[in-house]
């Protein structure tokens, strides 16, 4: 099962924006009945990150909402996305005056 872009929820999405709620939510169902007999036994986590937190969203999601600096490795790519698409309406001249962090540069040898 496709999580990140997946279909069924994209249609539901559109049929709340088209104000059918209720056919919004039934396909909605239908993807988390789907998500939850899919990853019963199985690990849904796109994190490659070792983290004590893995695979329970519930908790890594608590704690950044907490800590508010971040947002959790697996949501990041989506909004990436829509910051690009943002970017492009001033050519991406955000990118000379963005210095990613130290962390995420600094390349380590493997041991």
Do not use: W
Not at 62 to 85: D, G, K, S, T, Y
């Amino acid at each position: 099962m496709k999580i990140e872009g997946n279909e069924l929820e994209k249609a539901a999405m559109e049929q709340f924006h088209k104000g059918n709620r209720a056919e919004g939510l039934r396909l909605q169902e239908e993807f988390a009945s789907q998500f939850r007999e899919e990853y019963k036994e199985k690990d849904h986590c796109p994190c490659q990150k070792a983290c004590r937190y893995h695979g329970n969203c519930k908790e890594c999601v608590a704690i950044h909402r907490a800590h508010q600096e971040h947002v959790p490795n697996c949501m990041r790519e989506m909004l990436n996305q829509r910051i690009r698409m943002l970017s492009e309406l001033t050519e991406h001249t955000i990118a000379r005056e963005i210095e990613p962090p130290k962390e995420i540069t600094v390349r380590r040898e493997n041991p």
